[in-house]
């Protein structure tokens, strides 16, 4: 079964950092576009960064510039997204798609979302 994987989310405190793996299982990356999307408590899901190998685009919500960084490793089949100076704001569950990728913006391909990581930073 093709699906993502994704981990490393937990408790931290504000300005505090934390790495999120999205580890793809029963396919590989190749040159997909991914993008990790999350969604707040009562909210609606919303992207947050992409990354577009062929195209040599990475994209990253307003919010989150100069924060977080993507990064893909291909011979590990698996997308990270490194998030340091966190705030209360980025308290959301944190999911990785298959992504259409562009320099304003990511949306997500496909219909399924996995089962996320929950970040939450608080004090």
């Known amino acids: 079964q093709s699906q993502f994987v994704e981990s490393g989310g937990g408790l931290v405190q504000p300005g505090g950092s934390l790495r999120l793996s999205c580890a793809a299982s029963?396919?590989?990356?190749?040159?997909?576009?991914i993008g990790w999307f999350h969604q707040a408590p009562g909210k609606e899901y919303d992207g947050v960064s992409c990354i577009n190998v062929r195209a040599g685009v990475t994209y990253y919500k307003d919010s989150v510039k100069g924060r977080f960084t993507i990064l893909r490793d291909n011979a590990k089949n698996t997308v990270y997204l490194q998030m340091n100076s966190l705030k209360p704001e980025d308290t959301a569950v944190y999911y990785c798609?298959?992504?259409?990728?562009?320099?304003?913006?990511?949306?997500?391909?496909?219909?399924?979302w996995g089962q996320g990581t929950q970040v939450t930073v608080s004090a």
């Open positions: 029963g396919f590989t990356l190749d040159n997909r576009s």
């Open positions: 798609a298959t992504a259409h990728c562009w320099a304003r913006g990511t949306s997500k391909t496909g219909s399924n």
